[in-house]
Structures are given as C-alpha cells and as structure tokens.
C-alpha cells in the first residue's frame, strides 16, 4: 500500500460499511482518503498524488471492490496506473466513468456555510465530475488554460493575442460549467431544503441560487473586464469566481443562521449531494464520514441516518464509541481500532 502513515493495509468490512476508531492523527482519515482516491481519483486534502505517499516509499498502490468491481491504483515516478477488472483503461475518464461514486462528510463541512465561494464551488464541481463526463471535461481543460492566462497577465509584458487565445477556451468550456452548474443547483435546491427538514425536525427554509460571477454573457464580461485585469494581473471574471447563495429563512445563512443550524445546513447540502449522486449516476454513493458524529446531538445524529440510502455503504471515523450506543441503525457495521499504523478488528459491548 504504502499510503500515507499505512505499509500495508488490508481490511474485509461489512456490506454496511465499517467504523475506524482511534486517537487523532493515527491515519483514520487516510483511509478514507485511500478509498476516495481508489473510487474517484481525487484526495479530498491534495491535488498531489506524490504526497499521498509513504515517505520514502516513492509510491502507493490501493485495491479493492468497494462496489462489487475489482479496481487498482498504482502510483509511482513513472505516472499513474490504473485497472479495472483486470483490464487497463484507456484514460483517467475511462476509469471514472463506470466507477463508483462517492460523498465525504466532516466537520470541515461547516466552510461551506461560513468559508469563502471556493469551498462551495468544490462542492458543485464535486458533483459535476462525478456525474457528467462533459463537465469533468471542461472543468480540468478550463482550469488548465485559467492558470496558463494569469502566468500571462503576471508577465507584466504585452501578451493580448496569447490571452485572447486563451480566453477562447475559457468561454467554451466555462460556458458548459456554468449550464451545468445551474441545473445541479436546481436540482439540489429541494433536495436540500427537505433533507433541512428532517435533520432540524423543524420548518427551516433552506434556499440554494447559484449566482454565476460573470452573469448572463461570459464572453463579454470577459471583453468588459479586459483593462480591470490587465491592472490587477490575474483573471477576475469567469466560473472560478461563481458563488452559492445559502439563505435559511430568506436571509444569508452565514450571517444569520446559529451555529447548530449551520451544522445542519451543512448536512442537508451533502445529503441533498448524495440524493442527486444516486438519482444520476444510478447507484448509491459510498459515504465517507470524517470524525462527525461524535459531534452531532442523538436527534441530528439519527436523523441524518435515517436520510441515507439504507443500503449504501458508509465509513466513519471517530476519537470514542459513547454515541454508537444510541445509534441503533449502525449495529451491523465493522468496527476496527486504527493504532500505530494498524487496524485491527474491535469489539464494542
């Protein structure tokens, strides 16, 4: 394996999933993290896959069948290896494309309320990727040519023609980001506000709008912002700039909503991602939980339960078992303990 703090790691868990228990930072995350990457590809915490690397190990390689599919992922200097059934996919797309699907919870989950746009434009860009293979398409070619047009803007030189060419491809590929964009958040919207209901047990009317930064013409608020940029030396109109409004109540949730009720909002918008995922993609997202529960009150914590698809597979972190004796839906789940670079099988009485 050779991941993270892991030399080797192997584990057998229940159809429901397993529960990792154990102090911080002796690699619960990274399992989840390990599994995100075999499913997905991605690290929820690096956009590196060389740090995800055992030191001085030079790689990693995961594998399993986390939805009834043999899957590898090998990496190393040489690049990055990937298997599918025995057979060797053609691109990282190819790999992604009848793969499973996945929703990361925790508590860092509470910046999608109170934290800048960027958080909640991963938030939709997770989403996009997962579901839409032209938005994964656009979304890796616009960031692509966003970051060669700002090393040009950077260069302080005139540079006009190679930023109109650039910018060609930002409106082609950020249009679709945007209309891709606008459909998932409508679609989300009463997904939200009805997963806002049942976690807070209370009418709390969670609203969603998504406000694209560069309104209804993106090439020309790019032509309008030409001089703008040209001053501040990187690019200020586009997707990369997009925002969630998240209003409870009719007011910002950021400024208004209590912390609890942050908390839940938060919950709502990754179940409302789940519930979007499964009705999709045709299948039941895995859902990686990450040190949360011990933070949830008994009603939210079993209300959240309760919103999840009964048989998808959930993996959970946390520090303490005192919250699983009043959590009836998780008896049937695998439970280890994660020490010293190990995970071993536990028992809860």
Not at 57 to 86: N, T, Y
Not at 172 to 178: A, F
Not at 275 to 280: D, Y
Request: aromatic share 6%.
């Amino acid at each position: 394996m050779d991941f993270r703090c892991f030399g080797s790691l192997e584990l057998e868990v229940s159809p429901a999933g397993a529960i990792l228990v154990g102090a911080n930072a002796v690699g619960k995350t990274s399992v989840l993290e390990a599994l995100c990457v075999l499913i997905r590809l991605h690290s929820p915490r690096t956009h590196r896959m060389g740090t995800l690397a055992r030191i001085g190990s030079g790689g990693f390689g995961i594998a399993g069948d986390p939805w009834g599919s043999q899957r590898q992922v090998r990496h190393s200097s040489e690049g990055l290896l990937l298997k599918a059934d025995e057979d060797r996919p053609a691109s990282r797309s190819a790999y992604l494309e009848d793969g499973g699907l996945v929703v990361w919870m925790g508590n860092e989950d509470l910046e999608l309320i109170r934290g800048p746009g960027e958080g909640r434009r991963r938030y939709l860009d997770f989403i996009g990727v997962q579901i839409d293979a032209a938005y994964r398409r656009s979304w890796s070619r616009y960031r692509r040519a966003l970051r060669a047009k700002n090393l040009l803007l950077k260069d302080g030189r005139p540079r006009d023609a190679e930023i109109i060419a650039y910018e060609e491809i930002l409106v082609e590929h950020g249009t679709v980001l945007i209309d891709v964009r606008h459909r998932l958040v409508m679609e989300l919207a009463p997904l939200a506000a009805a997963a806002q209901r049942a976690v807070s047990g209370q009418e709390e009317p969670l609203t969603l709008q998504y406000l694209p930064a560069s309104g209804p013409d993106l090439r020309e608020s790019m032509l309008q912002a030409r001089d703008r940029e040209s001053r501040l030396r990187q690019a200020v109109v586009g997707p990369h700039r997009d925002e969630l409004a998240l209003r409870l109540h009719g007011m910002p949730a950021a400024d208004f909503a209590s912390e609890g009720q942050q908390r839940t909002i938060a919950l709502a918008l990754k179940l409302a991602q789940g519930k979007l995922l499964e009705s999709r993609g045709g299948k039941a997202p895995i859902y990686l939980m990450d040190d949360m529960f011990g933070e949830l009150d008994p009603g939210r914590r079993n209300a959240l339960l309760a919103h999840l698809p009964p048989l998808a597979q959930k993996w959970i972190t946390t520090t303490h078992l005192d919250w699983l004796r009043e959590t009836p839906a998780l008896e049937e789940i695998s439970r280890f303990r994660v020490s010293g670079g190990k995970c071993d099988a536990y028992k809860f009485g």
